[in-house]
């Protein structure tokens, strides 16, 4: 049930763009993106819920696409800020509990 | 607006000790989640509070175990230690359900177990 991740890794230049992707096995009702920089607690970014418009945080974007099962965070442009490691997470009822399941994580390094 | 507190930060334990996590949540966030953070699974819910009721769960070993007062404060307790019970521990609070709102992390607890 845990949602998977790609790529695992990206590094980029300064003002480069990227795409991280987060599928499901299960259909999805909600997605859920967190950056963590290291050493520090994940942050929250957006979550983007079924049915609902293109969230947007600064210049990070990110689509949901319920047919595919899958969602995906757009980074354009990107600053030595955006670094960190970034984690989806998707909704999933199991033995009557409702939690919150995060990928493993995509850990993205941009350089100068 | 002061964030989540979650003390101790570091802790080291020995194999079969049990040990307790505390968790002050951001005020008037009644919702406390706890993760468990290693390397190899990433971010593992355990648990859920909320008005003092575990509200849901994951599937760790009823050695896990936590509880919230009445000022939404939690506390997590791992009773009888293994060594892969080694990981960063996360609290992350939120006004009401975790599931449809924002969480707020609180830096966590880092725990080694020898």
């Known amino acids: 049930q845990q949602p998977v991740q790609s790529p695992q890794a990206v590094i980029l230049r300064e003002g480069e763009d990227a795409v991280i992707n987060c599928s499901s096995s299960k259909a999805l009702y909600s997605v859920h993106w967190y950056r963590q920089k290291h050493g520090e607690a994940p942050v929250f970014l957006m979550i983007l819920l079924k049915g609902g418009e293109q969230m947007r945080h600064e210049k990070i974007s990110a689509s949901f696409n319920e047919k595919k099962q899958q969602s995906s965070l757009y980074l354009t442009a990107s600053q030595l800020s955006y670094s960190g490691t970034y984690f989806c997470g998707t909704y999933v009822t199991q033995g009557g509990s409702e939690k919150l399941v995060f990928g493993k994580g995509t850990k993205l390094t941009v350089n100068p | 607006k002061a964030g989540v507190t979650q003390t101790p930060r570091y802790l080291i334990k020995t194999r079969g000790q049990q040990v307790t996590l505390s968790c002050s949540p951001i005020?008037?966030?009644?919702?406390v989640s706890w993760y468990q953070q290693t390397p190899g699974q990433g971010l593992q819910f355990l648990f859920e509070y909320f008005s003092e009721t575990q509200r849901n769960k994951g599937n760790f070993p009823g050695r896990f175990s936590g509880r919230q007062f009445s000022n939404s404060r939690s506390e997590m307790n791992v009773s009888t230690l293994e060594l892969g019970d080694s990981a960063l521990y996360l609290c992350?609070?939120?006004?009401?359900?975790?599931?449809?709102?924002?969480?707020?992390f609180g830096e966590g607890s880092r725990l080694t177990v020898l």
């Open positions: 005020s008037g966030h009644r919702s």
């Open positions: 992350a609070s939120s006004l009401d359900s975790p599931t449809t709102g924002e969480l707020f």
